[in-house]
């Protein structure tokens, strides 16, 4: 294996092991996130979990985050609990660094 293939691997590896940090971190993020909206919304107990479930899943609809967005801004809307979308972009960018170093922890 020739120096240029080395290198090659080497970049293939680091390439490979980022994706998996994003997709764990952002799977991560979308629980917190989840469990944060949750207890916005007054939901306790089980509830909360059950609802954190349903925003990771929620996130495989589409590539980004434009889906959890529109589902976090229409429970929000449907449980009558003011928080904007912006308000709701920051925590996402927040617990996006609470799951990376969560991850990073392990």
């Given at each position: 294996?020739s120096?240029?293939?080395?290198?090659?691997?080497?970049?293939?590896?680091?390439?490979?092991?980022?994706e998996e940090?994003?997709?764990?971190a952002?799977?991560?993020?979308?629980?917190l996130?989840?469990?944060?909206?949750?207890?916005?919304m007054?939901f306790v107990g089980t509830a909360?979990d059950?609802?954190?479930?349903?925003?990771v899943?929620?996130d495989?609809e589409?590539?980004?985050?434009?889906?959890?967005?529109r589902?976090?801004?229409?429970d929000?809307?449907a449980k009558k609990?003011?928080?904007?979308e912006?308000?709701?972009r920051?925590?996402?960018?927040?617990l996006?660094?609470t799951?990376?170093a969560q991850?990073?922890?392990?």
């Amino acid at each position: 294996m020739s120096t240029f293939d080395k290198r090659e691997a080497g970049f293939e590896n680091k390439f490979a092991r980022d994706e998996e940090l994003r997709f764990k971190a952002t799977a991560r993020r979308n629980k917190l996130l989840g469990q944060w909206a949750a207890e916005k919304m007054g939901f306790v107990g089980t509830a909360v979990d059950t609802y954190a479930k349903e925003l990771v899943a929620a996130d495989l609809e589409e590539a980004g985050d434009e889906d959890v967005v529109r589902k976090l801004v229409a429970d929000f809307a449907a449980k009558k609990t003011e928080v904007s979308e912006h308000q709701i972009r920051r925590t996402m960018d927040e617990l996006m660094a609470t799951a990376v170093a969560q991850i990073e922890a392990k």
